[in-house]
């Protein structure tokens, strides 16, 4: 079992910056490619971006390419989301999520999620 906890969500106006963490716990951080989601009210719960173990590969949907970076620390069992230049369409609750494989493969869907966290952009 692998446990996920994100912070770091909020209010910022557009064109502002956050960034999201998750800390993980249980099982070995370091076996597991991550990503995070998110999901906007009325809406599906969509794919943002991922990395794999190794970190040699990062993957993102177009929306926020150039936007976001997502990266991990395996010192500090932590996932993190570096989200620039926000724009109110980036409004959702963002949940943090680990694979059963050390590889993203897209449209797998992650084995473990945390509770999520709140990005509200607004002015």
């Known amino acids: 079992q692998v446990q996920l906890v994100e912070s770091g969500g909020g209010w910022v106006q557009p064109g502002g910056s956050l960034r999201l963490s998750c800390a993980a716990s249980?099982?070995?951080?370091?076996?597991?490619?991550m990503g995070w989601f998110r999901q906007a009210p009325g809406k599906e719960r969509e794919f943002v971006t991922a990395?794999?173990?190794?970190?040699?590969?990062?993957y993102y949907t177009d929306s926020v390419k150039g936007r976001f970076t997502i990266s991990r620390d395996y010192t500090k069992n932590t996932l993190y989301l570096q989200m620039n230049s926000l724009k109110p369409e980036d409004t959702a609750v963002y949940y943090c999520?680990?694979?059963?494989?050390?590889?993203?493969?897209?449209?797998?869907?992650?084995?473990?999620w945390g509770q999520g966290t709140q990005v509200t952009v607004s002015s």
């Open positions: 999520a680990a694979y059963s494989s050390v590889y993203y493969y897209k449209g797998v869907p992650p084995s473990y």
């Open positions: 249980g099982r070995t951080f370091g076996g597991y490619a």
């Open positions: 990395i794999t173990w190794s970190a040699d590969n990062t």
